[in-house]
């Protein structure tokens, strides 16, 4: 003990003055450590302290050693109500949020990201803290389970935690990162069944304030990707009866599959709750969802092309204009069409324009066709049955021409059926 501090004070063997700390230095000293402890672990000590009246703690030990006694009994999982009153916890953790809650706003939004880890109970500060804001969620979000229940789970060894973080963008530079600090927004705690290769999912939930945006999903095709790795292929869960609908979106089924002397006895059974199962795929890529349909819907609309053309937008103008001119020239190659493919002149016929008034040929169409005068195909059809219409009335049944026009109007029906 320096001398200044202990200047006004009567000497004592070192002993007792690591023990006689003042009641007035021992809350400023537990304030302090209280801040950078958290609060099951702050219980732990407190329980140490009452445990033994004369088995002061020495202050500056705890600091130095927060977990000296979690250390000793490697197998003891400390979770918050182990060591302390919900009420008291409530109370620190009300004003924890007061004092500690990062200020959001809304434009922070973009400058924000997701980030996923997988937890379990090592023991270590950190990750002490995270859980406990998970289950703190849990709490939260899952009200009629029981909150020791959660706990027991969350801290539990034997249960992994996927954690969903939200913080800063690390790409960002520094002077445009918002204030905001990381935090746990959702998670799934979960527990591997090895033997049977599948993996029980306790709990899955996001902060209210974060529902709807699409985070569950993103959370859920992390635990896949996750497990794919691990080679734990079958989830199964007791999904809340309110939550079945997001289950089934995410790929979950009520029908299982797995045979019930595997699972019955592994998992724990939950009223008011449907077991569910989703099988995970090995060659799904969980985290490119989106990008791996884009690819399959490509990949369809490939194969689709090389058996169907309706993937080609034509030009419909154009391939009026292309099928007609194909019909003009096979009625003109017919070899019943020698008498229509020019106008009738005056000396083939010299009243044939006091009898016809609305001549048409096939040298005429072309024309009109070149010229980009037949609108619709009725139009077209129109002059070609004007064509033989004349030749008839012009014309005895028994003329060549008459015949000549009979054949080419069969011809040109078969044309134009085909084309229909
Ligand atoms: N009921 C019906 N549909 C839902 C629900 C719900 N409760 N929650 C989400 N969905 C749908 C969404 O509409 C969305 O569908 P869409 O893509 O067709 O639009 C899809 O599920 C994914 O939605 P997200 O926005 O990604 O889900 P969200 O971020 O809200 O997370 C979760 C879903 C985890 C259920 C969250 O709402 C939550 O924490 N709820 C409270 C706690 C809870 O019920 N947890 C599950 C208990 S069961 C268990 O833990 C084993």
């Not at 958290?38 to 020495?58: C, G, H, W, Y």
Request: glycine share 2%; aromatic share 10%; net charge neutral.
């Amino acid at each position: 003990m320096s001398k200044k501090r202990g200047g006004n004070r009567k000497r004592t063997s070192p002993d007792t003055q690591d023990t006689i700390l003042s009641d007035q230095k021992k809350k400023r000293s537990r304030k302090q450590r209280d801040q950078s402890i958290p609060n099951f672990v702050k219980m732990e000590i407190l329980d140490n302290r009452e445990a033994s009246s004369t088995q002061q703690i020495k202050e500056e030990e705890i600091e130095k050693e927060p977990f000296k006694n979690q250390k000793q009994d490697t197998d003891k999982i400390y979770t918050p109500l182990d060591i302390k009153t919900e009420e008291t916890e409530e109370k620190e953790q009300k004003e924890e949020e007061e004092e500690e809650e990062p200020v959001k706003r809304p434009e922070d939004d973009d400058k924000e990201e997701l980030t996923f880890e997988v937890l379990t109970n090592d023991g270590k500060l950190q990750t002490l803290e995270y859980l406990l804001q998970l289950k703190n969620i849990f709490s939260g979000e899952l009200p009629r389970m029981p909150k020791n229940y959660i706990a027991r789970l969350v801290f539990d060894r034997h249960h992994q935690a996927l954690m969903m973080f939200k913080q800063p963008r690390r790409d960002l530079p520094e002077h445009e990162r918002p204030k905001t600090k990381k935090r746990v927004i959702g998670g799934i705690t979960f527990r591997p069944v090895n033997a049977e290769r599948f993996i029980e999912i306790a709990f899955c939930a996001v902060t209210s304030l974060e529902q709807r945006r699409g985070y569950g999903r993103v959370l859920m095709n992390n635990l896949k990707s996750y497990c794919q790795q691990c080679r734990w292929m079958r989830f199964l869960t007791y999904a809340d009866n309110f939550a079945v609908t997001y289950f089934e979106k995410l790929g979950f089924s009520k029908t299982i599959t797995m045979d019930e002397s595997r699972y019955l006895g592994y998992i724990k059974d939950y009223t008011e709750a449907t077991v569910m199962e989703c099988m995970l795929h090995p060659r799904i890529d969980y985290l490119h969802i989106p990008v791996m349909i884009e690819k399959q819907r490509e990949a369809v609309f490939d194969r689709m092309k090389e058996v169907d053309s309706s993937h080609s937008i034509f030009d419909a103008h154009e391939t009026r204009q292309r099928i007609l001119g194909k019909i003009l020239n096979q009625m003109k190659n017919s070899e019943d069409s020698w008498p229509f493919l020019k106008p009738v002149t005056l000396e083939e016929a010299p009243d044939y324009y006091d009898v016809i008034k609305n001549p048409m040929d096939l040298q005429t169409m072309e024309e009109k066709l070149k010229a980009d005068r037949y609108q619709t195909i009725d139009q077209f059809v129109d002059d070609m049955m004007l064509i033989f219409k004349n030749c008839r009335s012009f014309n005895r049944k028994s003329s060549v021409y008459y015949h000549c026009a009979n054949e080419c109007e069969k011809q040109f029906k078969l044309f134009m059926n085909r084309l229909r």
